[in-house]
């Protein structure tokens, strides 16, 4: 199991913070939420990783502990610096 941190989310309303915590229950491979940390399993399908990437973004929640999701199988996309997420999740691009 892999625990991230989602404490310090600025909700815009109750109904917000609602939506939350039931968009997160729905994607694949979320098992719980313990307070602020959302529990998950260790390996996450394409998907389901899509989904965290996009719920961390809109949330503004710490992406950056989603890097140890990066594996030799899903590094290609996952890991391209041309995406959205890449900075918030690996750091700059080494040059």
């Known amino acids: ?18 939506h939350l915590f039931e968009w ?7 098992l719980r939420w313990e307070q602020d940390t959302l529990v998950v399993r ?12 996009a719920l961390f973004s809109r949330y503004q929640i710490p992406m950056a502990q989603l890097s ?3 594996t030799s199988k899903n590094e290609d996309w996952f890991a ?11 750091g700059k691009p080494a040059r």
């Not at 991230?4 to 913070?17: I, K, R, T």
């Not at 997160?24 to 979320?30: K, L, P, Q």
């Not at 394409?46 to 965290?52: F, G, N, P, T, V």
């Open 80 to 90: 391209a610096p041309k995406t959205y997420w890449y900075n918030r999740v690996f």
């Open 24 to 30: 997160a229950m729905e994607i694949s491979g979320v």
């Open 68 to 70: 140890q999701f990066r």
């Open 42 to 53: 260790t390996n996450l399908s394409q998907a389901s990783l899509r989904d965290l990437l």
């Open 1 to 18: 199991m892999i625990y991230l941190d989602c404490s310090g989310v600025h909700f815009g309303s109750q109904l917000d913070e609602k």
